[in-house]
Every structure is written in C-alpha cells, then in structure tokens.
C-alpha cells in the first residue's frame, strides 16, 4: 500500500492503540524506582546516596541511589539462576527444533510419503490445542512413566527420575517444531529447484548440494524461524509451569512465583532490565538489517 | 546402499521428517492418549491415579453427582466456568480485532522505512515476558493503582470526594488483560494481508467510481479477512486455555477452565478430574476452530503467496 | 572410444497428470548426437525436448530405454556422477557466490588444487568476455552477461558435452542474435557436442549442424538445417520450420522423383518432387514456400504458372509479403524488395491481376497427415 491520502482518524486511533500497548510499560519502568518497599504507591526517587537508611517502608538512602532496586536485584541469586535456566533451555530448543523442524519442512515440501498428511495434520495439532492442554498431557506423561521406571528400578533420591531441565528442553522443542516448519516450509514455497539441480550438475552430491546452496538461500527463512522459535521458549509460562520442577524454574515462573508473595520494586526492577534488553536487541537487528539493505 | 537411498525418494522424505514425529507422538499424540485414559480413571491416594473405566469425572462436568443424576442433583458450577471461558475468548478476539485493525490500517499506509520501526514498536512488548505484562495491569488497575491515583487527584482538583474504583479482582479486569495481552498477535497478521494487497487495486476502484469508505469496505476488508482469521487463531485458541491472567487479575472471582485444570493438578490433587475437564477444554476449542476455519479457512495465504 | 557423444535409445519419460492419467512426455525417442557437433532439439512447448535434456543430464531418469554418454549406459547416477555440465534457461547463478567462486564451484567439487582453480577461471571468464568481473555478485551484472557466467561456469569443466536449455530465451531480439554467432564461434574453438534446445526455429537453423525437430514427444525429423527447411518429412515440419504454402491434391502420375498432382483449388496440374514413395490416387499436400513463388504481370515462358489476384501487399523493408487469391485458396507469396525507389508504383497493388509460377524442384509432396 503507497501513502495516501491519510485519514486522521485512523492516524489517532493508531496512536491511542500503540498508547494503550505502552502504557502499562512505562508504569512497570517508573515504579522500578519507586522508594516505597511495599510498592503500593509511588513514593518518588530515592535521591541520596549512601548506606541504606529506611523510613518505615520507604527507602531513604541507598548505596545505589535511584538505582536500589536494580542492585538488589543483581544479589539476587534466584534471579540469576532462573535466567541462566531460561536462556539455556531457549537455546538449546530453539537449535534443535530449527534443525528438524527445517528437516520436516523439506519432507513436506518436496517429498511424498506414507502418512504425509497425517504427519501435517500432526504438526497443525499443537497449534489448534490450547497450550494448558499439551502442559497437562505432558505432565501426566512424564508423572507415569517416571513413576513407573522409578519404582520398576527402585530408584530413589537423586536418582529417582523427576521433573527438570530435560523435561522443560524437551516440551519447548515440542511446541516451537510445528512453528518453525511452517515458517520454513513458506519459503520453500517458491524455492526455485534449478539452483539445487546446477549445484548436482557441477559435481556437488545431495549434501554438498544442501549445505553450498540449498541452506544459504533458505537461510532468512530458517533464521525467522529459529527467532520465532526463541521467542516462544524465552516467553513461555503454561507449558514451562507444568513441565518444571525444582532447580529448572525460568524467569517467568520465578516473576509469577514472586507475585503471589511479596512484590517489591524488585520485580519492577527485573521487568525493566528485561525490556531494555529487548530495546537493545530489537535496535541491534534494526541496525543488521539496515545494513543489509 | 546410498544409491538405493537415492533412488527412494519416500524413504529420504520419511527419515527427515522422522524426529519431528518422534517429538510429535511422544510429546504430543501419547500424552493425549494418556490423558483420555486417565480422564476415565479415578483420584488415588497421594494424587495417583486408579486405572478403571470410569464415567465419575465427566458425569461431575456436566453438573450431576456420579450415582445422582436427577435434577436435584444439578450443579451448573461448571458448565457456568466452560461458558465463561467460551466467551470471554469471542470477547477478547472481537475486542482484539477491533482495536488492531486500525493500527495495521496506519502501519500498513505508513512510508516502506518506517514500517519496519512501527512493527518493532508492536514487538516489543510482545518480546516482554508475558507474566509482566499482566502484573503492569495489576499496578494500574488496583484500588491504590495509577487509575485511581490519578482520578483521585483530579478530584481532588476539583474538591470532590473520590471513592476509588474496585477495578481489580473483577471480569473487566481479566477481559482488559486478555486483550492487552493478545493484541499484537492480531496486529501482526492483518498488518501481513493488508501490506500484500496490490496497490493497484485500489487505483482501480477509483477508477470505478469508489469513494474511501467504499473502498475500504468491499476492497480492502475482504482481502484483509486471512489476516483476521490467522490472527483469530492465534487468540482465540490461547484465551480459551488461559488462567495466569484470570489468576493475577481476577482472583478467586473469575475462573476460567484453565484454572479449574492448574487447581486440579496443583491444589486438589486429582489428576483424573483435572484430565477429563483438559480434554473437554479441548473438545469444545477444536470445534469451534473447526467450524470457524470450514467458513474462513486458516488463513495461511499470509504466509505463502 | 565410441564416436557418439550421446545416444538415446527407445528413452520413454512417462509423468502422472494432475487427474491421475498418465502421459508420455518423451514417447520412444531414438537419437544419435556425433561427438563435436551442435545438435539442437526444436519444439514448442510440451514437445519433450527439455524432458530429454533433463535426462542426458541425470535430473530425470527414464521410465524405459536407456541414456547413453560416450559409449556408457547412465542408468540411474545422479547429476554429479554424469560427464556433462548444463547451462539452464534462468541460469541458476547462486547469488550468494561471486561470479569467481560461481565459475570454480565445479572445479572445487573436483578438488582441483588453487592455483588451478585460480587460473582455470580465468580463462574461461575471457573466453567469455568477462575478464575482471570475478569479484562481482550475480545481481550486480546485466542479463548477458550473467548468461556468460552461467555458459563459463559449465565450460570451465571441460565436459564431454555441454546442455543448453533455452539460454538465450531472456535475452533481447539484438544480444539474441549476437549471442548466437559467439556461441556458434564458441563451440567450433571448443570443439566440444554442444545440445542444444530452443523453441526458436530461426535460432536452431542459424547455429545447428543437425536439429531434431520434435512434437508431443515424438522426434519427427532429424537433419541438417537444410535438409529440414528445404526437404521436411511431414506437413507438422514443413509448417513449424518457416512459413510455407499447403495445397491438397491427388496423385496423377509418378515418375521416379517427379509427382503429378491435381490439385482441386487451383483447377490444375502440378508437378513436384517426392522423397517418400507416392502411388497413383492417393491423397498428398504439396507444400511451397513462399519465397519460392514469383510474380509476373504476364506468364513468364517455359513456366507452368497460373493466374491469381493480388489481395494485400505488406513491405516488410527487406521483403515484400503479398497474399494473392489463387483459384478457391490463398497464397502467401515473399518477394525480395522489388519496389523500386525510383518507382514507387513499380510493383503490384491491391486488386491486381498477376501469374504466380513456381518450379517443380520447389514444389515439395507430402502425405496428407499431419505427423508421420
């Protein structure tokens, strides 16, 4: 579509939407420097500097003045566990569900085979099913089978089969597959197969071939996936919720664990060192892209 | 025994797509078998389940008692929760598409360079963790949140007395946290169908003798439909099985199947409840989904094309 | 060492329709390519001569009969395996390689070493006129010449056999052309079997020594581009290769080459030439070029001619193209320039009587179907 004539009142619509997605942001950034440690009101920036000195439930002086929040933040070793945990399993799914979901999308692209439609239909599943559903059914499986190896074997203690980072890795990579697939199959949409054929004619065998020409152009497509794929793990809460167990908590469960209890302006604190990362990130990719261009 | 590989093109597209499968059966097809099976048993000690078959769970779904199935017997409790999850999910995707709509109309208009910048600013809070978001809502819509905090300093202003408004806690709460949070993943697919649109079209409209308002409605809204009906699913179906949002902001007055399943799993200890209540969460969403996507499609043509 | 560079023989491409029918898209086709020579597979659209192509390539591999390279049966091997090199319609450059790392991607499958590699490339990127572009990207060059990168990036191999598929099909009327002649010169400094296929009769005639002239699958005619313009073996041939004149008749009279035919449109007797055995009765078309048939405003003497009616006169600049009505059919006629420039009202108008004649050696007799 070329610029129009534009409608004002579409304009000031826009505006109040993209108002009312960062609304609620700003809100989270400014109560991370709220004095008050109940956080119920806004009591204003901490602006001395010095050893902490407290006033009821106001914070008064700090060693890290306006930035208390975030320094306590910092010593917080849940914290830096739960997103040392997140970014592993975001990772690790998300490389092993770019590279067979890549694999699945060229079965489905280019290849006909027994229960191929089955198999499409099997990938659309996780899709169509709310996510409660896949969590719940995980869960079940995992509580039977490792019931049933762990008193089969009469393991016990820390040998005993239970719920983790495996179990999490695993249920992320299950969902992000069909999402990569689809992604990637779309691009093989109109993949030309003479550039693939040209490569064989010059000598290079089926892998030679895939690896030279095949994957260099499909790239974008297996990189957008593989975002996609990242994105889902790094955000994921239902699917994590039913799927972890001790030590493995992520971020979003350990904020949501938070909530239920005590909510600081810590908690405030960490949603905004998140969203300066993701500004920071988001600029970054703007910058590559641009650069590209 | 590489050329004999070569030669069968169905074996080569089996294998590749064979880890995919393996996920999706294990992770995916046999934990739903296992789910159905389950849902026929009954509560053991300790949360365990007792493998029998068994109509308990899903004669308690529809509202009897099981050995009671008289109207005196008849609860609605939770055919009341199953209805207000199925709502609540037509509300928040017409509310959804509503305020989305615009916002793809402007970012799609926009010149080519800024609509890169537009979209990020759409992604970035759908890149913010989803559990913050929801707790944002809780800051601003509580009784001493930023709402009532700046009406009552406008009252104040004006020398009245100001009671603050109950906005937490309620079924407005959790429809206002719904929507924010599923607002982008309709943005996203309209904002892809109405940008494929031939700008030729519109010329010819014109040419036809169409005005704006006219344009809009029998030219662009139609080839806008893909996008609505991808980003519907991409709504309508979470919605359906969410309960953190009806958990943070409508506590113990708004429950959602969802949180009927979590409190199964977690709080009540009866799995087999809990399974049978998941599998009918899922039955009633694929046939809402199936019906929807027979007279709207999927709206793949987003993505390919 | 055999002396056929490619054989097909009785090669049978057989593809399932969308409906489920199948359908013979290379019908039991038998050809013979001679090691050095520039053969050209002429058709148009869905006669199978790219199917064919594919298949001396190794990307398809035939429902029955055999593909046959330097005396060897293909069987099934893969492209990689096969000692040809192909140079595809939409050149298939990858844009992500630079034209140098285009051009040596065969020789890296090979392993050659570097500095073969380095120098190999550049010879055949002078050979093609683009010395010193090595370092460009593909999307960086004209059409022509990343149709040059494509033609070195298959040369510079050395195959025993090079495959056109359409290459210059992208071009314009004048690089087509221009092109044509170099890769013509090309291939004679090469020395290698070049095959070639086009839908381009004018392109298959300029640059072939032997074109197979194919239809749904069928070869119908092989031969010089002489013998296929002067003497094809059926009316498809005759029709598809330049333009031509067809009149339907009954034989006469045969005597040794010479056919007698009467010819019911035209209310007479012609004689012409017949290279298939005809008999008495049977019913044939006699095909004539038009270049073949001359004008004169009275009848020319010792000529069999018969009387027409001028109906339209094109000048086409270096040819004058007229319809006449002859008898109860029309004629298309082509007369090099006769309009004088110092009279312009020299050469016949709309309307005009005039006598067509034509030669017996130029009348050419052939069965009445359309394929043999």
Known sequence: ?293 | MLQQLRENKSLQGALLILPTMVFMAGLLIIPLALTLVISFGQRGPDGGVIFTFSLDNYIRLIGFQPGCLQPSCFDSLYLQILWRSLTLAFQTTVLVILLAYPLSYFIARAPRKRRTTLLFLVLVPLWTNFVIRVYAWMMILRTQGVINGVLGWFAGLLGLTFTPLEMLYTPGAVLVGMVYEFLPFMILPIYTSLEKIDPSLYEAAADLGANSLRTFLRVTLPLSLPGMVAGTILVFIPVMGMFVVSDLLGGRQVILVGNLIQRQFLDARDPTFGSAASLILMAMTLVVTYFYTRKFGFGEEIVTA | ?372
Not at chain 1, 123 to 145: A, D, R
Not at chain 3, 19 to 32: F, I, K, M, S, W
Not at chain 3, 189 to 196: H, L, P, Q, R
Not at chain 3, 284 to 301: A, F, G, N, Y
């Open chain 1, 1 to 293: 579509m070329n610029a129009q004539r534009r409608s004002p009142l579409v304009s000031s619509m826009a505006f109040l939407v993209y108002f009312f997605l960062y609304a609620p942001i700003l809100v989270l950034v400014l109560y991370s420097f709220n004095a008050s440690r109940t956080n119920i009101l806004f009591e204003g920036f901490i602006t001395s500097v010095g050893p902490l000195q407290m006033q009821g439930s106001t914070v008064v002086q700090s060693p890290c003045g306006p930035l208390h929040w975030f320094c306590e933040l910092s010593k917080n070793r849940e914290v830096m566990n739960a997103t040392q945990n997140t970014l592993t399993i975001a990772l690790t799914s998300t490389i092993a569900s770019t590279i067979i979901g890549t694999m699945a999308a060229l079965a489905l692209q280019r290849y006909n085979f027994r229960f191929k439609s089955f198999s499409q239909g099997a990938l659309y599943l996780p899709i169509v099913i709310p996510e409660i559903v896949m969590g719940i059914g995980i869960l079940v499986l995992f509580s039977q089978v490792f019931g049933f190896i762990n008193s089969a074997f009469g393991l016990v203690g820390n040998d005993r089969l239970s719920l983790g980072l495996g179990t999490v890795i695993v249920s992320h990579i299950a969902f992000s597959v069909p999402f990569v697939t689809l992604i990637v199959q779309a691009r093989l949409h109109g993949f030309d197969k003479s550039y693939e054929e040209a490569a064989m004619d010059l000598g290079a065998n089926e892998l030679v071939t895939f690896w030279r020409v095949t994957l260099p152009m499909l790239l974008p497509g297996v990189l957008s996936g593989a975002l996609l794929a990242f994105t889902l793990s790094l955000d994921d809460f239902i699917i994590t919720f039913f799927t972890n167990g001790p030590g493995s908590t992520t971020l979003p469960i350990y904020v949501y664990g938070l909530l239920r209890r005590i909510i600081t302006p810590q908690v405030n604190a960490l949603s905004t060192v998140w969203i300066l990362v993701i500004v920071v990130a988001v600029f970054l990719i703007q910058r590559l892209q641009q650069t590209e261009d």
């Open chain 3, 1 to 372: 060492m055999s002396e056929l560079a490619v054989e097909l023989r009785d090669v049978v491409k057989t593809f399932q329709t969308p409906e489920g029918t199948p359908v013979n898209a290379v019908d039991h086709v038998d050809l013979q390519i001679q090691n050095g020579e520039f053969f050209s597979m002429l058709g148009s659209s869905g006669c199978g001569k790219t199917t064919s192509l594919r298949m001396i390539a190794g990307f398809e591999w035939p429902t029955s009969g055999e593909v046959v390279i330097a005396g060897q049966p293909q069987g099934h091997k893969p492209p990689f395996q096969r000692p040809v090199n192909t140079v595809f319609q939409n050149y298939a450059l990858f844009q992500h390689m630079t034209v140098f790392d285009n051009v040596a991607f065969g020789l890296q499958m090979a392993k050659r070493p570097g500095d073969e590699i380095t120098r190999r490339v550049g010879e055949a990127l002078e050979m093609v006129k683009l010395g010193g572009l090595d370092k460009r990207y593909p999307r960086q060059l004209s059409g022509g010449q990343q149709q040059r990168v494509a033609l070195a990036r298959a040369l510079v191999n050395r195959p025993q056999v090079l495959l056109l598929d359409e290459p210059l099909g992208a071009l314009d009327q004048k690089l087509r052309k221009e092109m044509q002649v170099e890769l013509k010169l090309l291939q004679k400094e090469v020395g290698i079997t070049f095959i070639f296929v086009t839908h381009d009769q004018e392109e298959a005639l300029s640059m072939s020594d032997r074109i197979a002239v194919m239809s749904l699958g069928k070869v119908l005619q092989i031969g010089s581009p002489v013998e296929i313009y002067e003497r094809p073996n059926c009316r498809f041939v005759a029709d598809f290769i330049g333009e031509t004149n067809f009149l339907e008749g009954q034989v006469r009279a045969v005597e040794a080459e010479k056919v007698v035919v009467f010819v019911p449109a035209l209310d007479a007797e012609l004689a012409g030439v017949g290279y298939q055995g005809f008999h008495n009765g049977q019913r044939v078309s006699l095909s004539v070029r038009p270049e073949k048939i001359h004008l004169t405003e009275q009848p020319p003497d010792g000529q069999k001619s018969f009387p027409v009616r001028v109906t339209q006169v094109s000048y086409i600049g270096s040819d004058t193209r007229v319809l006449v009505q002859a008898g109860k059919t029309t004629l298309k006629v082509a007369e090099q320039n006769k309009i004088s420039t110092l009279d312009p009202d020299a050469y016949f108008q709309n309307g005009e009587q005039a006598f067509a004649s034509l030669t017996p050696e130029n009348t050419l007799v052939l069965p009445l179907d359309e394929v043999p």
